[in-house]
């Protein structure tokens, strides 16, 4: 199945690639890359010669009807795991220890360091649990990854992708072996992660926010909630001073 999406998602979109020579043709490794659109976890296998898994949360294989059972026959199609995120812990180990068997399978492990979708296109702060604990636990190398225009083909909340070629540029692998047994030390995991961040930021040219996307997203729907709110008290404020003009005044007084 994995072929066949690959093949048509190629033939419609004609994705260009950089440094797919930096994915080694066997063994464990990580890929980490930013994430701007839903449809990144199936442009990435799809120019890859090797099958590599992502977590994907567990309500899109389990949903019912025909439409859910299509949908799980697709993730699973294109590598995507089933993982419980019930809980952000749970979720979180969960996903270790999901990535750590799928390397010690000898397998690729596809990671999305933010944590989230982009909200506007710029690249966030990685969290550190999940990519450096995993790097840091089996020893792969981390294989930094941008992706490119991916969220104009599918901005978030657009079913329908629009039909242009996106871009995928691989780095060189980085080697944290130095880290060995250090995986329960806070600053060496947030050390670990903005070393990758850094390398997928001179990949993408994404301007860079020390901030999580977690956070940037509350704040966006905040700015867009208290501006909804302000335009509503603007109408409201619009329409009182509207009644007390003169002309409405003498339409009033003729109607009584």
């Not at 710029?122 to 969220?151: C, F, N, Q, S, W």
């Not at 691989?170 to 944290?176: A, E, N, Q, S, T």
């Amino acid at each position: 199945m994995k072929l066949s999406i690959g093949g048509s998602l190629k033939l419609a979109f004609r994705p260009w690639v950089e440094g797919l020579e930096n994915v080694p043709a066997e063994g464990p490794a990580i890929l980490a890359s930013n994430h701007l659109s839903f449809s990144d976890s199936f442009f990435l296998p799809a120019v890859l010669p090797r099958k590599i898994t992502f977590i994907a949360k567990q309500e899109y294989f389990t949903s019912p009807g025909v439409k859910g059972k299509l949908t799980a026959a697709f993730f699973k199609g294109v590598g995507q795991l089933p993982v419980d995120r019930s809980g952000a812990r749970g979720a979180g180990e969960a996903a270790i220890k999901s990535g750590i068997e799928v390397l010690e399978r000898g397998e690729l492990f596809g990671i999305y360091p933010e944590g989230t979708r982009s909200p506007d296109g710029r690249l966030y702060r990685g969290k550190p649990g999940g990519l450096a604990r995993v790097a840091l636990a089996t020893g792969a190398p981390v294989i930094p990854v941008a992706m490119i225009d991916t969220e104009k083909i599918q901005p978030p909340g657009k079913v329908v992708p629009k039909l242009m070629r996106p871009g995928i540029r691989i780095g060189k692998p980085l080697d944290f072996s130095r880290y060995h047994g250090m995986d329960g030390d806070r600053f060496i995991l947030r050390s670990v992660t903005d070393e990758v961040m850094y390398e997928i930021m001179k990949l993408s040219g994404q301007e860079y926010v020390d901030i999580y996307a977690t956070a940037a997203k509350r704040q966006i729907a905040e700015a867009a909630k208290k501006k909804a709110e302000e335009e509503k008290e603007a109408e409201k404020a619009a329409k009182a001073a509207g009644l007390d003009q003169p002309g409405e005044k003498r339409k009033r007084r003729g109607s009584e």
